[in-house]
């Protein structure tokens, strides 16, 4: 395959804005797919993602494009989600690419995700073609939003294409703007082949699958791999490109995107951003690697029942290859026993994790009360970073506690800038600045300890804007706080995996939610259950769940003991779902109360 | 002969060689109202069970009667086909009650009824009674405990109404009509009456149970501690000690069956070892002989009990107190856990 008619781009966008739509059409009219395989958004082909309209994972694939000047041409895509939670998606996709397609939505405009993906593509060097997609609703505002792209971007109005993915109208202009505004791969066919691994799968039968982008040389199936982090070499034994299925080729060239599987069974040997050179012809130095990604909230997992750590860690190990945002280490819990710490990019990352866990590896889990990251200084002078409240050391021992704070971006219309000043204050906000991207949208900044936002801060963003709102946050580093950790008590018994770390003007409140929250998800038991909620040795808070009285069937005769067996049985499912934690059982769900908390 | 009297009839013939080696102990004519049948029905249903099985001299056999239903020949027929124990289906002493459960007798049906059974010559009653009824407070439900016990039946049994949607009751009661009973003030009925009738003298030996010294049915004794049983008739259940089958429902469809000389049996189970320990724990904590404790593998939740006096040990055995008994499905979970 000549590089020359090789094109690596990708789709980036706000949520919503019509990525994976686009990328329905671009399938259709290269007949990549075919009419009877044809669904909506049919690379967003994760169960989850179905389920929830969203994209999760980024999707690659290639597709053969006879262009109207007579060449057929090889376009690979990759689809890109839209929500925050998975940017490192996004920018580990840009890496493998030369251009992308900035899709804008023509009734929201440029909202906060296209603006933090605009930069990325730009730190990226990627050539940008702004496409603003859904001219047919009739809530469009074409000239408006051109507008804002041409002022954000500076681009000429021509250079803009406008489009309906639903509709498939101006999608051929889309074929004529990626071939000739996105250059060819550059790169050294002659040069030893490098690889660059922008995401994995995990298989069963056949190890680590790596997805990669060739960068120099070639790879013929059947020849030694090694991989440069580690030195380790394996046999390539089926190479490919990504259509909507894998399918194999006999070699991959410069330029290409693919997969190689070598039978790489120790799935830490295959690491996302990692280089991939040949054994025997290694090139000398690497490609550069990703930036490891930040996690922001971290949780606890722990099997329901402990015999399944080893089965929870596989799972993890495995789930990391195709998430490589996922980190983990092992954490204990007085209350809950061996588990894991795991850190997620955010609520929605964790939800998913969970979920994934679940579905696509049968775990049976207790994910407790997400937190930040927090950083102590002790008063002798030395400071731990922590990520789990059961390791704040004792307050006397405390000099000062710093928490993350992020740099928020808000766009939204300016009548409702008022709403925004008010959630902003309760959440602890500093305001920095606002600049306008016309007359009738601002993009104002804020500063927010992160504490304040990942639980349900984009939900009351939406509502108070009436959905209009966008917003999109990054770190800024540590600040101090004055934080305190709140503990919840069983039956007088601290349970670990409930605590949690709040700003001490909030701590009353905090307590007042979480013990009523929990009484609601504990269900009466035989024997009286208290909950409180402590600072230290100072209760709170305090509620109790009153003792179970009654639970037994009037009659029991000889036709209905089988019922009662089964209902028996069902029920002991039930109680293996709990957490014994002393005497009393504590449902799953009540180690995340506090997400359902209003 | 009508067609479901030729049709049981038939079945029992069908288990006739099943038990060469079994002497049958208890017979129990019950569910649905067996006090329907005439003299005769009852007559050929009987000889059939002494031509079809061994029994053990002077057996227990119980039939349910509605007050106010049968007659003094119908009771003296009884007798004389070995019948010796009345169960009778009095629910409640009281008019509003009755017309609440959708029960045509009174309770001088009741009463006439019993009379009428000692004059016949029976020795071994029973009534059945129900409360926890929407809107009952103890001072009602003490009237019918005290009427019942007043004609001195050898047999109590006293259950906590059960309602679901389904019903009249239960419709009246989601539809806002009838206030829904209160499991803690249901809980509380149930330990004062357990109060009530062991000062009366009835010893309470299985949740909604009670009898005299002696007087327990031994029919239903058996269901609780796993003796082996057969059931005959439309839906009713057998037990072998490792499989448990159960007949069709449908009466034309069971009369159908028999007709071809067919056993109408609906479906079957295979008890696993764990399913049999499991109905040990869940049946045996319901009455007042207790499990073995050597099958309880939760020992924690069984010093607990004990500590919280939901339960005592004697002679190697858990047996619950009334608290406990309140609460024998979730201790039953939780010990087979
Ligand atoms: N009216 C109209 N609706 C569109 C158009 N393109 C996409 N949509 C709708 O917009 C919604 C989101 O489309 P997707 O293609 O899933 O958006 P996405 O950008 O891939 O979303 P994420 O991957 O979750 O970020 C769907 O309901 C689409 O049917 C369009 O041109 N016109
Ligand atoms: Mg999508």
């Known amino acids: ?598 | 002969m009508a067609p479901f009297i030729r049709a049981l009839t038939t079945e029992m013939q069908l288990y006739a060689d099943h038990y060469p080696e079994t002497r049958f102990g208890t017979l129990y004519l019950g569910g649905g109202t067996p006090s329907v049948l005439d003299r005769d029905q009852l007559t050929a249903v009987l000889r059939a069970a002494d031509t079809c099985y061994e029994w053990i001299p002077a057996p227990e056999r119980s039939i349910e009667v509605n007050p106010g239903t049968v007659t003094r020949s119908w009771l003296e027929t009884c007798l004389d086909l070995g019948i010796n124990r009345l169960s009778i289906g009095a629910q409640s002493f009281r008019p509003g009650e009755l017309v609440m459960l959708n029960r045509i007798h009174s309770a001088e049906d009741t009463v006439h009824t019993v009379k009428l059974a000692r004059e016949t010559g029976f020795r071994n009653l029973g009534l059945d009674l129900i409360y926890g009824l929407p809107g009952q407070v103890w001072a009602d439900w003490r009237i019918s405990l005290e009427r019942a016990v007043g004609l001195e039946p050898e047999h109590i049994s006293a259950y906590i109404l059960t309602w679901s949607g389904e019903t009249d009751l239960g419709k009246h009661i989601l539809d806002g009509g009838l206030p829904e009973p209160e499991e803690d003030h249901t809980a509380g009925l149930f330990l004062k009456t357990h109060e009530f009738l062991v000062k009366a003298g009835y010893s309470h030996y299985e949740v909604s149970n009670y009898a005299l010294p002696g007087r327990e049915c031994m029919h239903n004794m058996q269901y609780w501690d796993g003796t082996p049983y057969l059931g005959l008739g439309p839906s009713a259940h057998s037990f072998s000690g490792k499989k448990r089958w159960w007949n069709v429902r449908d009466l034309p469809a069971y009369n159908a069956m028999l007709g071809e000389n067919r056993v109408p049996v609906e479906g079957l189970e295979n008890l696993t070892d764990e399913a049999v320990r499991m109905e040990r724990i869940a049946l045996g904590l319901r009455t007042n002989r207790g499990i073995m404790t050597a099958l309880i593998r939760n020992k924690s939740c069984a010093d607990d009990l004990i500590e919280n006096g939901m339960a005592d040990i004697d002679g190697g055995r858990l047996i619950l107190t009334a608290r406990g008994l309140l609460l024998a499905d979730e201790i039953a979970v939780r010990l087979t856990a």
């Open chain 1, 1 to 598: 395959m000549l590089k020359q008619s090789i094109r690596n781009f990708c789709i980036i966008a706000h949520i919503d804005h019509g990525k994976s739509t686009l990328a329905d059409r671009l399938l259709e009219m290269t007949h990549t797919v075919t009419p009877q395989a044809m669904v909506d958004q049919v690379l967003d082909d994760m169960e989850l993602e179905r389920e929830r309209g969203i994209t999760i994972k980024a999707h690659a694939v290639t597709m053969n494009y006879r262009h109207s000047d007579g060449n057929i041409y090889h376009l690979n895509l990759i689809d890109t989600p839209g929500h925050v939670d998975f940017s490192y998606e996004v920018s580990r996709s840009l890496a493998a690419c030369e251009g992308a397609i900035l899709i804008i939505d023509a009734a929201q405009g440029i909202e906060a995700q296209t603006v933090s993906n605009i930069y990325l593509a730009m730190e990226n060097d990627l050539v940008l073609i702004p496409v603003i997609n859904k001219i047919d609703l009739p809530s469009a505002r074409v000239d408006e939003v051109k507008h804002q792209v041409m002022e954000f971007l500076g681009v000429e109005e021509e250079e803009i294409l406008l489009i309906s993915a639903k509709e498939g109208i101006g999608i051929e202009a889309i074929f004529d703007a990626i071939i000739q505004r996105i250059p060819p791969p550059g790169g050294d066919i002659n040069a030893p082949f490098r690889a660059l691994i922008f995401d994995s799968v995990f298989d069963y039968y056949r190890g680590a699958i790596a997805y990669c982008r060739v960068v120099d040389g070639e790879l013929h199936k059947g020849e030694l791999i090694k991989f440069m982090s580690n030195g380790k070499s394996f046999e390539a034994d089926e190479i490919g490109i990504l259509r909507l299925k894998r399918q194999p080729v006999e070699k991959l060239r410069t330029g290409e995107v693919g997969y190689v599987i070598a039978s790489v069974k120790n799935l830490k040997d295959s690491k996302v951003g990692d280089t991939i050179t040949l054994a025997h012809h290694a090139a000398k130095s690497p490609l550069p690697g990703f930036r490891d990604p930040k996690p922001m909230v971290f949780s606890g997992m722990f099997p329901t029942d402990a015999d399944e750590l080893p089965e929870l860690r596989n799972a993890l190990e495995r789930l990391q290859l195709n998430d490589s945002a996922l980190i983990y280490e092992p954490e204990s819990s007085s209350a809950l026993g061996f588990g894991f710490r795991v850190g997620f990019l955010g609520l929605l990352h964790m939800e998913i994790v969970q979920e994934r866990l679940e579905r696509e590896y049968n775990q049976s889990l207790i994910t407790t009360i997400p937190n930040v990251e927090i950083r102590v200084t002790k008063k002798d002078g030395s400071s731990i970073i922590i990520d789990n409240p059961a390791q704040l050391p004792e307050p006397m021992k405390i000099e000062a506690i710093e928490e993350p704070f992020i740099k928020a971006q808000i766009i939204l219309p300016t009548e409702y800038v008022g709403n925004l000043m008010k959630l902003s204050q309760e959440r602890r906000g500093i305001y920095k600045n606002t600049s306008y991207i016309d007359k009738n949208r601002v993009d104002l900044h804020y500063e927010f300890p992160l504490s304040e936002i990942i639980f349900d801060f984009y939900d009351k963003l939406k509502s108070l804007s009436r959905g209009y709102a966008s917003f999109d946050y990054e770190l800024i580093g540590m600040r101090k706080s004055d934080l305190v950790k709140l503990d919840v008590l069983i039956n007088g018994d601290p349970v670990d995996a409930l605590s949690m770390i709040v700003h001490r003007d909030k701590a009353f409140e905090w307590g007042q939610k979480l013990t009523s929250k929990l009484k609601e998800l504990i269900p009466r038991q035989m024997f009286e259950v208290a909950i409180q909620a402590a600072l230290g040795s100072k209760v709170i808070a305090r509620t109790t769940v009153k003792a179970l009285r009654k639970n037994v069937t009037a009659k029991c005769y000889g036709g209905d003991i089988t019922r009662k067996r089964k209902l028996l049985e069902k029920q002991k499912e039930g109680k293996r779902r709990m957490k014994q934690v002393g005497k009393v059982e504590i449902p799953q769900d009540a180690f995340l109360a506090v997400l359902q908390i209003k």
